[in-house]
Each structure stands twice: as C-alpha cells, then as structure tokens.
Antibody, heavy 123, light 110 residues
Framework: QVQLQQSGPGLVKPSQTLSLTCAISGDSVSSKSATWNWIRQSPSRGLEWLGRTYYRSTWFNDYAVSVKSRITFNPDTSKNQFSLQLSSVTPEDTAVYYC?????????????WGQGTLVTVSS | QSALTQPASVSGSPGQSITISCTGTSSDVGGYNYVSWYQQHPGKAPKLMIFDVSNRPSGASNRFSGSKSGNTATLTISGLQVEDEADYYCSSYTSSSTVVFGGGTKLTVL
C-alpha cells in the first residue's frame, strides 16, 4: 500500500525558510492518477490545506492563497519524493505539517497522510 | 474561506449511534459532492473515513456512513466502540478550487 515518510527539521528561525520532504513508497510522484499535497495543523488555524503538486505530462502546482507568495513545491522523480519550502516564516507558521496523497481531480480527499512533522518557528 | 462548522464535542455509549454535523455554504458543502471525513487519534495523522459525501475507502469500517442535505453534511457512526473515541474533521472542495476543513469534533465514548 502507499506510504508517505516525512523528514526535515523541527525548528526554524523567524525569517528563514522551512523545508520538508515527503518520500513516497507504493506509488509514483509522477502518477497521473494522484496529486501530492501539503496540509498543516495548528491550534490557532486548525487544519489548513497549503497546496499540491501533480504531473499531467507536465508539472502543475496549486497553492493556497494564504501562503502563495511564500511557498514552493519541488517534485523529485529520481528519489520519488516531493518537498515543501515555505519562506520568511513567522511564529504563526508553527504547526504540524503533513504530506498526503490526493485523487486525480479537484482537491478533494487525502489518503494516506504522512506521519506529520512538528515545526516550531522560534529564535 | 471560513472553516466549516462542526460541534465541538459529542458523546455516546458503546453500541449506540452518533451523528456529527458539518455546516458550510453553497460555495463549498452545498455546491459539490466532495465532502470527506477524517478520524484523528491523539498524536496521529488523520485517517480518511468517508469521501465524496458517502463513499468508504477500503479499510474503513462499515459502521461509518456519510450523507448530505443542502449545506450540511453528516457523519454517522453506528455500533459505537471504545476505539472510535477520537477527533473527527470534515472537509469540502470549494468554489475557489481549494479545500476547507471543519474545526473538528471530539467524540467521547462513555
């Protein structure tokens, strides 16, 4: 079955860039029947979809408006993984970050999810 | 996009049935049959239980069912079991081509 394994630092300084990676097993980051999503969860903001990357003969990215100016997704076909970069972080970006697989169409359901990474933004 | 509205908590006894509501607008829940429900145990990642309003993924118990009427979706759990105690979240596709989640409901099995 599909499994997602996240990696990345748990502490980031304000104004720096948060970087996380999600390694995929049991599926392909280049699959034309899946999308690869990032979602975060915090007590103040709840669950928040950050966006997705997907391949349909070329690569597409969809970003949430709230982070669109600061976020980048990078798929890596050689390692079958995808990554998240969020720049100019503030304490408001402190959250548990999840990667998740989505369906082939609209942003709809997410299954499975990675194990989650608690990222704290603090000096 | 405002979060979908869920009750903060619900409770039930083993063997009973409970429902959790998820209220949105015509721009999300009411406008599309793209409502999903997730179960989250403490310290764990959310797990998909229902997608597209009423469909169960493989691996999800058939004690879980979903429905929708107007701008409100409902998750029903029948034959409540102790292991069902968790937080439950709904989500919906929106007219802005994004996903919005509910604030979560804590289910207590008494």
């Amino acid at each position: 079955q599909v499994q997602l394994q996240q990696s990345g630092p748990g502490l980031v300084k304000p104004s720096q860039t948060l970087s996380l990676t999600c390694a995929i097993s049991g599926d392909s980051v280049s699959s034309k029947s899946a999308t690869w999503n990032w979602i975060r969860q915090s007590p103040s903001r709840g669950l928040e979809w950050l966006g997705r990357t997907y391949y349909r003969s070329t690569w597409f990215n969809d970003y949430a408006v709230s982070v669109k100016s600061r976020i980048t997704f990078n798929p890596d076909t050689s390692k079958n993984q995808f990554s998240l970069q969020l720049s100019s972080v503030t304490p408001e970006d402190t959250a548990v970050y999840y990667c998740a697989r989505g369906g082939s169409g609209w942003p709809d359901w997410f299954d499975p999810w990675g194990q989650g990474t608690l990222v704290t933004v603090s000096s | 996009q405002s979060a979908l509205t869920q009750p903060a908590s619900v409770s039930g006894s083993p063997g009973q049935s409970i429902t959790i509501s998820c209220t949105g607008t015509s721009s999300d829940v009411g406008g599309y049959n793209y409502v999903s429900w997730y179960q989250q145990h403490p310290g764990k990642a959310p797990k998909l239980m229902i997608f597209d309003v009423s469909n169960r993924p493989s691996g999800a118990s058939n004690r879980f069912s979903g429905s929708k009427s107007g701008n409100t979706a409902t998750l029903t759990i029948s034959g409540l079991q102790v292991e069902d105690e968790a937080d439950y979240y709904c989500s919906s596709y929106t007219s802005s081509s994004t996903v919005v989640f509910g604030g979560g409901t804590k289910l207590t099995v008494l």
